[in-house]
């Protein structure tokens, strides 16, 4: 039960520093493309990726993965969002940015992680 405690706890922290990350983004670049979410998916694709590797190479332990992957990466990043805002997009007309975000998204939040696993293999 203190673990899920622990967990609700970094997912909170997540969430915060997700809504202030995402606007000091978003205040810096203006224009229809979510930049915040974009870099805040990216970002935290890039943690987990380290988390992942620190997994795999170097023994993490349970209680970590769950409290930095599930809680804090969980609340950090946002799919949800960053669906919701591709679907805004296209129903502003801006179909090509939509698929663009989207698909540009995904992309960028893979090659974060596989570079967050590729870094944890070498520390």
Partial sequence: MIVAVVVGLAGAVGAVLRYLADGAVEDRISGPIPWGTMAVNVSGSFVLGVLTGLV???GL?????AVLGVGFCGGFTTWSTASWESV?????GLVRQ??????????????AAALGIAVAAVL
């Fill in 56 to 58: 795999w190479y170097h």
């Fill in 98 to 111: 939509a698929v663009g975000f989207t698909l540009g998204g995904l992309l960028a939040a893979l090659c």
């Fill in 61 to 65: 332990a349970g209680d970590d993965r």
């Fill in 88 to 92: 805004r997009l296209a129903e502003s």
